[in-house]
């Protein structure tokens, strides 16, 4: 089993199917996967697959971000957050005041990797980028993994992938991961 200095990470959290409060815009959301509770989410072995010293990049749903939920899971996996990646979205959707209009990231870290100071978003950064990929759901963009690369060394996992990328080792029912959690059998 690989041990990996960068792991990025969007699980699949215990969302709602159903978006809009009723009327002419309410709409399901197409989600192609089983969810995982709260606490099946911490229960992963991430941690061990970290190196004693490396990077984390959580994606996350604004609600269990603003509540905490987001940073208890990073701890849970032996990270302690440090900041965060706000990734604005092109076509947000149905919106509004309060909408989709944004994904956070939380960046975490463990041991003594530390962040590039002249490359790292300063706190908050509104960072736009459009979905490359059509409308897969969770599909992580090309320029974010690039903004990655970029921060952190490798090796490299994404967990939860939709799709595979050269020079990274993922996990994921779409992805036909290279990664293995510990505990599975190869």
Same mark, same amino acid.
């Given at each position: 089993?690989?041990?990996?200095?960068?792991?990025?990470?969007?699980?699949?959290?215990?969302?709602?199917?159903?978006?809009?409060?009723?009327?002419?815009?309410?709409?399901?959301?197409?989600?192609?996967?089983?969810?995982?509770?709260?606490?099946?989410?911490?229960?992963?072995?991430?941690?061990?697959?970290?190196?004693?010293?490396?990077?984390?990049? /959580?994606?996350?749903?604004?609600? +269990?971000?603003? %509540?905490?939920?987001?940073?208890?899971? *990073? $701890?849970?996996?032996? &990270?302690?957050?440090?900041?965060?990646?706000?990734?604005?979205?092109?076509?947000?959707?149905?919106?509004?005041?309060?909408?989709?209009?944004?994904?956070?990231?939380?960046?975490?870290?463990?041991?003594?990797?530390?962040?590039?100071?002249?490359?790292?978003?300063?706190?908050?950064?509104?960072?736009?980028?459009?979905?490359?990929?059509?409308?897969?759901?969770?599909?992580?963009?090309?320029?974010? /993994?690039?903004?990655?690369?970029? +921060?952190?060394? %490798?090796?490299?996992?994404?967990?939860? *992938? $939709?799709?595979?990328? &050269?020079?990274?080792?993922?996990?994921?029912?779409?992805?036909?991961?290279?990664?293995?959690?510990?505990?599975?059998?190869?």
């Amino acid at each position: 089993m690989n041990r990996y200095r960068t792991i990025v990470a969007d699980p699949p959290w215990p969302i709602t199917r159903r978006m809009g409060a009723g009327g002419r815009r309410a709409r399901a959301t197409e989600v192609p996967y089983a969810f995982l509770s709260i606490e099946e989410i911490k229960a992963l072995p991430v941690e061990g697959l970290a190196e004693d010293s490396a990077h984390l990049y /959580l994606w996350t749903t604004r609600k +269990l971000f603003r %509540e905490g939920t987001a940073a208890e899971v *990073a $701890r849970a996996w032996g &990270f302690e957050p440090k900041g965060e990646i706000i990734w604005g979205l092109r076509n947000p959707g149905m919106g509004g005041f309060l909408g989709n209009g944004h994904e956070p990231v939380l960046l975490a870290s463990r041991g003594r990797l530390a962040w590039p100071k002249n490359k790292l978003p300063g706190g908050v950064e509104f960072w736009r980028q459009a979905y490359l990929h059509g409308k897969d759901h969770s599909t992580k963009p090309d320029a974010f /993994l690039d903004h990655v690369e970029g +921060l952190s060394p %490798e090796p490299r996992v994404e967990l939860f *992938a $939709r799709r595979a990328r &050269f020079g990274w080792d993922y996990y994921g029912d779409e992805s036909l991961g290279t990664a293995l959690m510990p505990g599975e059998a190869a």
